[in-house]
Nanobody, 115 residues
Framework: QVQLVESGGGLVQPGGSLRLSCAASRSIFSFLVMGWYRQTPGKQREFVASIPKSGSTAFADSVKDRFAISKDNAKNTVYLEMNRLKPNDTAVYYC?????????WGQGTQVTVSS
């Protein structure tokens, strides 16, 4: 069973930055795509960003030009760099990995943007 462990969440002021990490329990070469989603109470989980095994990254319109996604294959880790954070970025952020015939989720990390 694959485990994805997120870290890096916390409380940050509006305009601040955070970097989330997602460490996988196996080589991320095995995943077709990895990404980040977020969810607030009472709402559906929404797409934030993704990075494929090969090809271009993708971002939700709401975070484009503020967030960046990257990966370190040697560390089996995917990162989400979040800049110019806004209060409506507050959510639980989940790491996601897609392999042939399977999808995996992390346990989530809370990000709170507030003054």
């Amino acid at each position: 069973q694959v485990q994805l462990v997120e870290s890096g969440g916390g409380l940050v002021q509006p305009g601040g930055s955070l970097r989330l990490s997602c460490a996988a329990s196996r080589s991320i070469f095995s995943f077709l795509v990895m990404g980040w989603y977020r969810q607030t109470p009472g709402k559906q989980r929404e797409f934030v960003a993704s990075i494929p095994k090969s090809g271009s990254t993708a971002f939700a319109d709401s975070v484009k030009d503020r967030f960046a996604i990257s990966k370190d294959n040697a560390k089996n880790t995917v990162y989400l760099e979040m800049n110019r954070l806004k209060p409506n970025d507050t959510a639980v952020y989940y790491c996601n990995a897609v392999a042939l015939g399977a999808m995996y989720w992390g346990q989530g990390t809370q990000v709170t943007v507030s003054s």
